[in-house]
């Protein structure tokens, strides 16, 4: 017995955090059933052709997995990454994405989105690709989030940074010569060290 497309939009978004209209038009959804199932309650429409199931638990990374699906190339930066890696409570307002330096800016309404361009090498090194909601989200590594926030200090404020530091280490999430290395690595190493050192004297 073939799916109905109620059933296959519930199948999809069971697996999927969040949905965009040419998603499910993918799969045999018609806009029609999904307008239905705005009107009934059963999905909520959340930004421009995106939707996520009424009864879901909300997803702090919902605006994490959108931007990667409508900015595919951009990389997860700063505040963002240092937010999901649990370096820092400050949520950021927008998503902070890198790109390179000769890249197009993506032109997003939803999510808002932070914009900063990357030269070579520090926009391709340090990217991990992080599954959330079912969707590979590309973003830098613990190590070298802190080394940017170290090298872009119009960026970030210099006491966020050492809280991130400072986090990092108290939780075991990078040791002090990973830190290090990395911030040798992208160029924070004479911004970095003296606060490295202090946070590691007792060690």
Known sequence: MSQTQIEKLRDFMSVSTIARSRDLTKIGV?????????????????????????DAEIDTH????????????????????LAYHGLTDQLPRA??????AKDWKPNMTYPKIRTV????PYFSSGVE?????????????ITKSIADAFRNPKL??????????????????ASPSELANAARTYGAWNTMKTYLEALTSNG
Not at 95 to 100: D, E, L, M, R, S
Not at 129 to 141: A, D, N, P
């Open 30 to 54: 018609s806009a029609t059933t999904i307008s239905r199932a705005v009107a009934d309650g059963e999905l909520m429409r959340i930004g421009r052709g995106v939707y996520q199931l009424s």
């Open 62 to 81: 919902a605006t994490l997995i959108e931007t990667a699906k409508r900015a595919p190339n951009a990389v997860i930066c700063l505040m963002s990454a």
């Open 95 to 100: 998503v902070w994405i890198a790109i390179g």
């Open 117 to 120: 361009r990357f030269r070579e």
């Open 129 to 141: 690709s992080h599954s959330i909601g079912g969707v590979e989200v590309r973003m830098y590594s």
């Open 156 to 173: 970030v404020d210099r006491s966020v940074a050492i809280e991130c530091l400072k986090s990092a280490l108290e939780d075991r999430k």
